[in-house]
């Protein structure tokens, strides 16, 4: 059974930086895209980035590149999401999520998922 645990998150203050890691186990994950969604309080759950298992590229929401990058480490079934120059806006809690072939920013598109990690920026 496909497991994700989040972990990292935390409170920071506006211009300061958060790793955060999914650790993955389960089944081995060739193929599988691997994704970061966020959702802040009041809001609809949003798309952050995604990275594929196998070849490395990556995806993110236009809005956040350059500040936010996503990795994976193969060897230790773990992806991370490094967040920098962090501000309020960025408050939510932070899933990981694992998507059976291929990309993809739509939330509905994926068959596993964390229970969320939560990041609050304060100002």
């Known amino acids: 059974q496909v497991q994700l645990a989040e972990s990292g998150g935390g409170l920071v203050q506006a211009g300061g930086s958060l790793r955060l890691s999914c650790a993955a186990s389960?089944?081995?994950?060739?193929?599988?895209?691997m994704g970061w969604f966020r959702q802040a309080p009041g809001k609809e759950r949003e798309f952050v980035a995604v990275?594929?298992?196998?070849?490395?590229?990556?995806w993110y929401k236009e809005s956040l590149k350059g500040r936010f990058t996503i990795s994976r480490d193969t060897a230790k079934n773990t992806v991370h999401l490094q967040m920098n120059s962090l501000n309020v806006d960025d408050t939510a809690v932070y899933y990981c999520?694992?998507?059976?072939?291929?990309?993809?920013?739509?939330?509905?598109?994926?068959?596993?998922w964390g229970q969320g990690t939560q990041v609050t920026v304060s100002s």
């Open positions: 999520a694992a998507k059976e072939y291929g990309f993809s920013q739509f939330g509905g598109d994926y068959d596993y």
């Open positions: 389960g089944r081995t994950f060739r193929g599988y895209g």
């Open positions: 990275i594929s298992w196998t070849s490395g590229n990556t």
